[in-house]
């Protein structure tokens, strides 16, 4: 039997791992050492509630190579194959956590890929191994798939404002305060699996704008649904998902909220698009 792990890093819960036939390991988010958890997209809201009221970040992990090393150890017991996608290495030490476990396992039945990619973008790459799996694929066969079609995946988001890339470290003090008194809005693009800023405006509209731009310059395959994210913020989701339905003549979308793992860092009010590039 083929098996398909991924990590929250996707933003898949527990609740659509089980329904999707997928497992799951999760990255450890924590809020002065309480867990935060995984179970279903209502948790999402609660992380936000408890993200906005806290002076400083919760404490992110990788998952462990011993996480791994139970699921793989299983797997080699029962004599099954296991295709594994995680949260981009350029983003966690998750994808090298699992090619360790995999290396102690010592078991040729299990293929490991980086998505190069996280939330929504990881998300469409399960989708894709879930559908080669159902299409009679193997594991090896699988990786090989995904791994080149990671490369057409493009994720970009505008950013609400510095404060949360502020208490990272990611940008200096000074610096956030003044890009959010200018109502400043980073733009950015996940560009070989690590976080590439795009540009920085003023203003959300100006943000949209950005991304259209990148969205129509490269174009997109219609074989393939559009992917939108929102991080808590479901009804400006939701405005940017139809606005830019309607300007390209979108026929195949859905959106999603963002969870915790990429949210600690977004910070609420993000807007995201997914996209396969031609």
């Given amino acids: 039997m083929l098996r398909i792990l991924t990590d929250t890093g996707s933003d898949i819960t527990y609740l659509g791992a089980s329904d999707a036939q997928v497992e799951i390991v999760e990255l450890d988010v924590k809020f002065d050492e309480f867990p935060y958890d995984y179970r279903n997209d209502t948790d999402f809201s609660v992380f936000y509630s408890n993200l906005e009221k806290s002076k400083n970040l919760p404490s992110t992990s990788q998952v ?42 010592a078991y040729d039945g299990i293929s490991i890929v ?16 879930i559908k080669l799996k159902n299409e009679g694929k193997n594991h090896k066969e699988i990786k090989d798939v995904l791994e080149a079609f990671r490369e057409k995946v493009v ?23 003044i890009g959010n008194a200018l109502k400043i809005k980073p733009v950015i693009l996940i560009k070989d699996g690590k976080v590439d800023p795009l540009d920085k405006v003023r203003g959300l509209a100006a943000g949209k704008r950005v991304l259209w731009d990148n969205f129509e310059k490269e174009g997109y395959d219609e074989n393939y649904p ?19 339905v309607e300007k390209f003549g979108i026929k195949n979308y859905k959106l999603f909220p963002v969870g915790a793992v990429i949210g600690t860092h977004a910070g ?11």
């Fill in 64 to 105: 462990n190579p011993s996480q791994y090393l139970d699921i793989f150890n299983d797997v080699k017991e029962k004599g099954d194959e296991m295709l594994v996608v995680t949260l981009s290495g350029g983003l966690s030490g998750t994808y090298s956590s699992a090619l360790m476990a995999q290396e102690e396992c």
């Fill in 226 to 244: 559009i992917y939108f994210g929102h991080t808590n913020s479901e009804e400006s989701g939701k405005a940017f998902m139809e606005e830019t």
């Fill in 155 to 177: 994720l970009s988001a505008c950013l609400d404002s510095l404060t949360y890339l502020k208490k990272g470290g990611r940008v200096p003090p000074a610096m956030a305060l």
């Fill in 268 to 278: 609420p009010n993000c807007i995201v698009l997914l996209y396969v590039k031609k």
């Fill in 114 to 129: 980086d998505s190069k990619n996280g939330i929504v973008g990881q998300r469409l790459i399960v989708e894709q191994a």
